[in-house]
């Protein structure tokens, strides 16, 4: 039985003391879709009247990395050395993908901030199209790979993906 590192023996909620963990380099890529009606992905492609939608998504979800330990209770505050955040437009199928890496070079990992990330930067979409549609759903954010740290290297196991958890 794997043991949750954030309650102690008595079961307890706390924080993970990774005073004594060596650092090394960690990376984290996660991903996420918001899809939409084709009236709502044109504003993407053509612009919005509130302005580069994606553009601002960018920035939201840079931030939103970095503010991760102060939303997450119990996640520790990481000094990131690199946040990217991508955008794949499919305007057929009227969806926006998101992808974010986040790096450091530390004693935890990075998944909570480009999971947060991918989090943000989907609902700053959200509000930006919402007065055309709001009907938008965001879903299947989830961890893509990880680097580094004692468990060493993740990578999703795409066969599950359509499994119901």
Known sequence: MIDLTH???N???HMVDVGEKAPTKRTAKASGYINMSHEAIQFIIKGA?????????????IQAAKQTGFLIPLCHPVALTHVRV???????????KTTVTASTEGKTGV??????????SLLTIYDMLKAVDKNMVISQIHLETKTGGK????VFDDSLENLNY
Do not use: H, P, Y
């Open 151 to 154: 468990s060493g290297t993740f």
């Open 7 to 9: 309650f102690n023996e």
């Open 111 to 120: 998944e909570m901030e480009a999971l947060t990330a991918v989090n943000i």
């Open 49 to 61: 009247a509130k302005g580069d939608v994606l553009g601002i998504a960018r920035v939201a979800g």
């Open 86 to 96: 991508d955008f794949d437009v499919d305007v057929q199928l009227a969806r926006v």
């Open 11 to 13: 079961n307890e909620a």
